[in-house]
């Protein structure tokens, strides 16, 4: 389902905290909405859903203009995982996650056995979890649930406001390779807002970059890491080459080649990298061993050619199209 | 060891102690021949006769606990000496009155020592751990009470000065006591019907809410007796003036007054409570539940209130904790109850009467506390309260 916001402007008082947005996001898109905290980010998702409403402009879900949907209807086939989880602390997990299928007016044998369904899929065994009270849960898993809540009836429009917001580093990477996951075998049309640049990179097919209400860019993740605009230049770090060579992998690099028949003897002077190490880490491999060439390795230990500088050079300034 | 390391003696048996050896050295009781006579002292120790030492080796046997290493069988003993007392009370009044001297209605009165055995008992088995289960509240009670009545049983409770007293007057006692009981639920039950509504629109922000908060907190400053006081004349005024209200019952003394000034005082606590509890439900569950497409009175039967109940259930316990009491100062315009026996008691100076009204009272009051006690452990979610880790 695709969504689009047109032209829309919500002011609060004097402060314009949406400002002419006009944006697109294709059906099964995952659309990063980044910026500096009060840029607009929590009021421009919230307008898909209706919990804000535009001044100006419109915003459509499915071709269809929000403003003429009742909002319950409309939010009932939205998922939206909100910026501080929100489980309902006197309903136990089970019941967290069954609650818009309640709403929905499914049977119970139904809700049950999507409830087991979900909790499978974020990784927490029903059966440890589906009874547990929300206060007893660990911030990652209060997180999931919160992920479980927003998917339990299927909604083909998904809204997650800093959904891994509020846990470790660790945990958080975690998460984040656990919805990419989820995500490719759903393919639902996503919304995320963050405000973590490695986070928008990670997870993003395209990322929006907000400044005080306006949309700034829209793009790829390694486009953006190429944009000459001041604001995202400054916006995406003194560090952005690293960056875009953390987004491709010693394998991308080399052209995903067939793998070269003749070149199975390693040669020992040469350092070795495996194919589905980032080119960041090819990198630092290359400088700690003062070299300037890899071997690469297959993950089944085939040798696919030789990386050198002058390949991560070329990757790190964008020059060839990944 | 099993003598405590520095750091493990109790202090609080000790504590214990202290009211229970008043019990026997002051006086505990006094024999009188009728109700107006002054009486003989006696002390706990002259009541028990050759059984003293009974108590006093549970005494020392507590004292020696206090310094053992925190153990089961030290509750145990705690728990067991605090019974001990509790029956040794009962058990000395029996006794004293078989030394009762000849008469028509001869009678044994609590003295002041008397009160330090209850307070022993309470204090020992507050401290022990070893009712702190399932049902542990009701075998206590049973341990209390089917003893103690036993002991009282065959007429050898009779001549308990407050069962003299009550038996003089068994109907007007009943009565009473049905007057106080209908007072109190009624002046609650309004203060429910009308409090958790206003306090449910207070929460929503109306100017009419905020005012009616405020109505209700000045009527809970002025004192109980001025409020009573404060309704006689309008109240009179009215009935004056409207015959319809005369038959209705509603005079400037007597229940009208009493239940309009009751219900004012329940409903401070409800209206409160319910404020409270429905402003500390965080903004995050509201959202939660508006953006999954909940309607606002789904938004507020699945989630507001669920989560405010807690708040609004100790309200109720709190304002019909205190109608028990306030209601007896009723009694004072005519509105009947059990301090009717209190304030004849004060009058004719009486404390066997004043002990009639005070008993049924504070029973009444543990007693209402403890079944909202166990209301808001059945109806609250488990999920709100973060000690308990059932799941
Ligand atoms: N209900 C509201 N009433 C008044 N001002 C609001 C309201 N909601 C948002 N704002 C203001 O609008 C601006 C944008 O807010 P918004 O929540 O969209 O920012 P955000 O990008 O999500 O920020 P953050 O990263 O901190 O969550 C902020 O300045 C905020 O103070
Ligand atoms: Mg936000």
Redesign the interface.
Known sequence: MTLEWKKVSKRFGDKQAVDELSLEVPEGELLVLIGPSGCGKTTSLKMI?R?VDPQTGSVLVGGRDVSHVP???????IG?V???????????VSENVG??PK?LGWSKEKIEQRVHELLELVGLPPQDYA??????LSGGEAQRVGVA?ALAADPPVLLMDEPFGAVDPLTREILQREFLRIQSTLGKTVVFVTHDLDEAIRLGDRIAVMNEGRLVAAAPPAELLLNADPFIRDFTGEDRALRRLARLSVGQALGDATPMKSASRRDASVGAIRTDATLKEALSQMLEAGETSLEAFSPAGRSMGTLTLEDLLERAAGEVAS | MIIAKQGEFDPVPLAALLPGAISLIAPFALLKENRVVDGIPMSGFQLAGAWNWILIGVFILVFLASFLKKTLWRSVLYGGSGLLCFWAMAWLLVRGSFLLPEGAAPRISPAWGFWGLPIAAYVLIDHSRIFRFRFGGLVLLTLLILPTALLFSGGRGEAISVMREWSARKDRFGAEFVVHLRLFLTAVGGATLLGIPLGVQAARGGRSGASVVSFVDAAQTIPSMALFGLLMAPLAALSQAFPLLRTLGVRGIGAAPALIALTLYALLPIVRNTVVGLEQV?D??L?????????PP?LFW??QW??ALPYVLTGLKTASVQAVGNTAVAALIGAGGLGMMIFQGLGQSAPDLILLGVIPLVLLAVGVDRIWGFVILRTV????S?VG?D?
């Open positions: 859903n919990l909002a319950v209807e409309l939010r009932r086939h939206y909100i910026q501080h989880v929100g489980l309902f602390p006197h309903m136990r609650a818009v709403l009874q547990s009270w929300p206060a007893h809540r | 965080p995050s569950a959202e939660a539940g508006l953006g999954m497409g909940m309607s789904q699945r989630v669920p989560m979610s488990p999920g709100l973060t880790g799941s």
